[in-house]
Structures are given as C-alpha cells and as structure tokens.
C-alpha cells in the first residue's frame, strides 16, 4: 500500500516552483495590459455578445482545480520547448499591436499558456490543462465571425418570425430584415439577431458537455443543440414582439419588453438546454471522483 501524502520536501519544492511564476506573470500582465483592456471593454459594451467572457476565467481555474489531484500526481520538469511556444505568442502579440489587430494578441494568450505550463511544468502538466485551455476562446472577441453570423441570424430570424405570425394568421409583408405588419413595423436589426444568446448558450453547453459523465454522443448533442435552441429562443422573442406591438402599440412592444426580452430569451434558451440535458440523463460529477 502507497501513501498519496506529499514530503514537506515535495510541498516546498511545489511552493518554490509558485513563487518563481510571480515576476514572470507580472511582466506578462503588463505586456498584455492592452489585450485584457480590450477584452474586457468588449465584454462590457451594452448589448455586447461577450458579456459571458468574465465567466471564462472562473471557469477554467474550477476546472483547473478540479483537476488538481491529477496535477499533483504527474512528474513534473522543466520543458527548454516551452520558450518557442512563448516566443511565438510575443511575436503574434507583436504583429497585434503593430497592425492594431486586437483579436491577434487575444489568440496569443493559447501558445502563451501552453508554452508557461510546458516550459515550467512539462509536457504531462501541459496534457492536463490542455483541455481547459481551449476555453479561452469563448473570452476572444471575433468581430468578422460576429459579423458574418449576425447578417445571416437577422434574415433567418425575420423569415422564420414572419412565417410563424402568419401561421398565426396576421398578414405579414417582409422585406429584407423589415416585418410589417398591419399597424406594427419592425426592424431586426443586429442585436435582435440573438447571436449573443447564441454565444452565451455555446458556452454554457461546452462547460456541460466538458462536465458531464457518460458517452460522447450525449455530449455531442448538448454542444450542437446549443445553436438551434438559442436561434429557437430568438425567434419566440421577435413573434412575442410582433404581437405586442400589434395588439398593444409600439410603445409597449418597444419599451420595456424589449428592453429585458434578451433576459428573457437566454432563460428560455437555457431552460430548454437544461431540459434537455435531463432528457438526456446526463449526469455530473468531478473529475476527483471518476475511476
């Protein structure tokens, strides 16, 4: 029988191996200053898409923890390889502020991460946390992939919306992403495209999929499911819209309710993800506790 106890020896060396990340991780806070302030104000602009992305730090360092046994227990050394995977990240982080790309320096931070926990740790360390890592994209704003998808979502959203309301039997004329109805007209414009839930429930379905126990089609549904829930979700929002705002007025289908209907179509997305994922049985349970 072996003991899973650390020497003091072996807590020590741990703590020592901590504490020469503290310059190294100062210097690169200050170096990415310009990236995370981007991020960040991305993240905070009303209406933004990325307004989960505070959430994904969190997220990776639970993981991270969660996973800390299996950390613990892979041999650790220092990796000279790790340096080419950090060179290269300083060089896309370069050419990021040189061209005033932002989203390069965003997508530096992976080589960055793996080259510290290759060059500090070694590759089993870097195995471990590889997974959680890939999470950091959920933090990167996109612009040409927001763009490209919140055209598409509009015109799909404003057909689909107009179809159901007639379906409901009030005349509806379509004309691009413009609905008009007998005494209501609107718009859906870009943030009615729902991209943000989109964004939002992908997230949460990869933090499930990451999660939960069990096959990997199960998990593979939940992830894929995620996008025709949110668009689902987006669509309920416009007709409700349309039908306030032909029974009510403008004034009511444009005040209030839309002001909180993104609120309330995440939570329908949500609502419906997490039915799901019960239909599904899928089950959760830390990484600590599998065999």
Not at 64 to 90: C, F, H, N, Q
Not at 104 to 126: C, E, I, N, R, T
């Amino acid at each position: 029988m072996t003991s899973t106890s650390q020497s003091p020896q072996s807590r020590a060396s741990e703590g020592c191996e901590l504490r020469t990340l503290v310059i190294p991780g100062l210097v690169l806070a200050a170096l990415y200053y310009s990236a995370f302030d981007w991020m960040v104000r991305a993240w905070t602009l009303q209406g933004s898409n990325y307004s989960h992305g505070f959430w994904v730090p969190i997220v990776i360092a639970y993981f991270l923890w969660d996973k800390r046994s299996s950390l613990s227990a892979v041999p650790k050394r220092t990796e000279p390889r790790g340096l080419w995977y950090i060179a290269g990240a300083m060089l896309l982080h370069l050419a990021g502020l040189i061209l005033d790309v932002h989203v390069l320096s965003g997508l530096s931070l992976f080589p960055l991460f793996w080259g510290l926990a290759l060059y500090y740790f070694g590759p089993h360390v870097l195995r471990e946390a590889f997974y959680p890592s890939l999470f950091m994209i959920f933090m990167i704003p996109l612009p040409l992939i927001q763009a490209v998808l919140s055209i598409k979502l509009q015109t799909l959203s404003a057909i689909a919306a107009s179809l159901v309301l007639s379906l409901m039997g009030f005349p509806v004329v379509r004309e691009g992403t413009m609905m008009m109805m007998p005494t209501f007209q609107l718009f859906v414009e870009a943030p009615c495209s729902g991209l943000n839930t989109i964004f939002s429930l992908i997230f949460v379905g990869s933090v499930v999929a990451y999660l939960a126990r069990g096959s990997f089609w199960r998990k593979a549904v939940l992830l894929v499911s995620a996008v025709p829930i949110a668009v689902l979700a987006n669509i309920f929002r416009i007709v409700a819209i349309g039908l306030l705002g032909e029974y009510y007025g403008e004034e009511v289908a444009m005040g209030v309710f839309h002001n909180f209907s993104g609120v309330i179509m995440y939570s329908i997305g949500l609502i419906l993800f997490l039915a799901e994922a019960w239909l599904l049985r899928v089950k959760f349970t830390s990484s600590e506790g599998t065999a």
